[in-house]
Every structure is written in structure tokens, then in C-alpha cells.
């Protein structure tokens, strides 16, 4: 079983839409999670990490669920200019390991449709 | 604030020659890692350096060397290019401590090997 895994999509969103799309993670001793988002051809970037409890950054919502090992995100009222890929990270190190454990998912396309 | 610089940005080799990739980072960290993105792939760690003066293997080491210059300088060698080394080579930086899953990533250097 592959070690963290998301559906590469493409997912087609008609802008404005509400979009979510999981991550599932084969480690249940993970305890560092977080999404990082690429554009195309450029690098990526921190987009937010994830926490138990679940956390909120304006349209954007982050949720782990341990039990069934998967942190999820959800995008609200999409923009055009959220089109890009994003990069779930597990860290497999479990708490306070270094980013040398930490596992990148191969992502998720979503493309906003205006 | 530069953050995260990496040269060349785009080389072509031919199979058996060698050359170094660059990177230095104005952040002030102690870690930096080398990453290589390859299509379906996703990132994979190709070597780390925890602090200055370390080094040590991810998960793709074979066929590179790594030198830790300086606090600010990580560098990628490839002695004997190979067709299989083509990908795009990504540079990261990051904290220790509560900060060390952060990453912050150069633009990326895109290698083509013939």
C-alpha cells in the first residue's frame, strides 16, 4: 500500500463552487499533516498545515481524521486563481520529527472553470 | 528576500558528464534538502543535511553526491549524468524545532539528460 495517496484528478470546478478532495495516509503514527499547494511549472508552497481539531484559513478548511487515516480539504466559493496542484504531506516521523520524514502525496490537479 | 535560490534553472547534459546544482538560502536554517519531481511521481528526498556539517541519504540517493558548504550552501552533484537523472530538481530549506516540517522551496532547477 502506497504510503500516502490522493486521486490525481483532474478535478473540473466551475468557479465558485465548493470543492473538497481527501488524502489518505498508511501510517497511523503519523502526527504531522499539511497541505502545500503548486502551481504550475513553479514550486510548492505551504498552503496549511493540519491539525486534530481541524483548522480554518478563509475559504480554505483543513480536517484530519485518524481513525480512518485520511486529512481531507475543502475549498469554498472557488477562485480561478485556485487552480493548481495540491500536495498532501504526511510526516511519518510521527511528533517532532524532522522534515526528513516527511512524505509527499503526488497531488491533486483541480482546475476553475470560469 | 530572496529565500531560496537554485542555479542553473535549466541544463541539459549528456549521458556521463557532470555537474553541480546550487543552493543557498538567506533564512537562516539549519536544514536543507534536496528533492527530485518526476510525472506521477511526486517529490522524493534525495539527501538531506540537518545542520551544517551533516549529511545523510533520503530516498533516492543513488547516483548523487552532496556537499554542505556552509550554513546557507547545499549543493547536488551528479558525477556521471543518466538518462533516468532528467527531472525537476527542487531545493528546500527549514527551521529545527516546532518550525522543521515547514519546508520552503527554490524555484526548481529542470534537468534534461540526452
Known amino acids: 500500500r502506497k504510503e500516502v495517496e490522493q486521486d490525481p484528478g483532474p478535478f473540473n470546478v466551475p468557479e465558485g463552487a465548493t470543492v473538497a478532495f481527501n488524502c489518505t495516509y498508511s501510517n497511523s503514527a503519523s502526527q504531522s499533516f499539511f497541505w502545500y499547494r503548486q502551481d504550475c511549472r513553479k514550486e510548492p508552497k505551504l498552503l496549511m498545515s493540519?491539525?486534530?481539531s481541524g483548522n480554518e484559513d478563509g475559504r480554505f478548511t483543513a480536517q484530519l481524521n485518524r481513525a480512518s487515516q485520511y486529512i481531507s480539504l475543502l475549498i469554498r466559493d472557488s477562485k480561478l486563481s485556485d487552480s493548481a496542484t495540491y500536495l498532501c504531506v504526511v510526516n511519518m516521523q510521527g511528533s517532532g520529527g524532522g522534515a526528513d520524514g516527511l512524505t509527499f502525496g503526488k497531488g491533486t490537479h483541480l482546475i476553475i472553470q470560469p | 528576500n530572496a529565500g531560496v535560490t537554485q542555479t542553473p534553472k535549466f541544463q541539459v547534459l549528456k549521458t556521463g558528464q557532470s555537474m553541480t546544482l546550487q543552493c543557498a538560502q538567506d533564512?537562516?536554517?539549519?536544514?536543507m534538502y534536496w528533492y527530485r519531481q518526476d510525472p506521477g511521481m511526486g517529490l522524493r528526498l534525495i539527501y538531506y543535511?540537518?545542520?551544517?556539517?551533516?549529511?545523510d541519504k533520503g530516498e533516492v540517493p543513488n547516483g548523487y553526491n552532496v556537499s554542505r558548504l556552509n550554513k546557507r550552501e547545499f549543493s547536488l552533484r551528479l558525477e556521471s549524468a543518466a538518462p533516468s537523472q532528467t527531472s525537476v530538481y527542487f531545493c528546500?530549506?527549514?527551521?529545527?524545532?516546532?518550525?522543521?516540517?515547514?519546508?520552503?522551496f527554490g524555484a526548481g532547477s529542470r534537468l534534461t539528460v540526452l
Open positions: 493540519v491539525y486534530s
Open positions: 543535511s540537518a545542520s551544517e556539517g551533516t549529511t
Open positions: 528546500a530549506s527549514s527551521q529545527q524545532g516546532t518550525g522543521a516540517n515547514v519546508l520552503t
Open positions: 533564512m537562516n536554517h539549519n536544514s
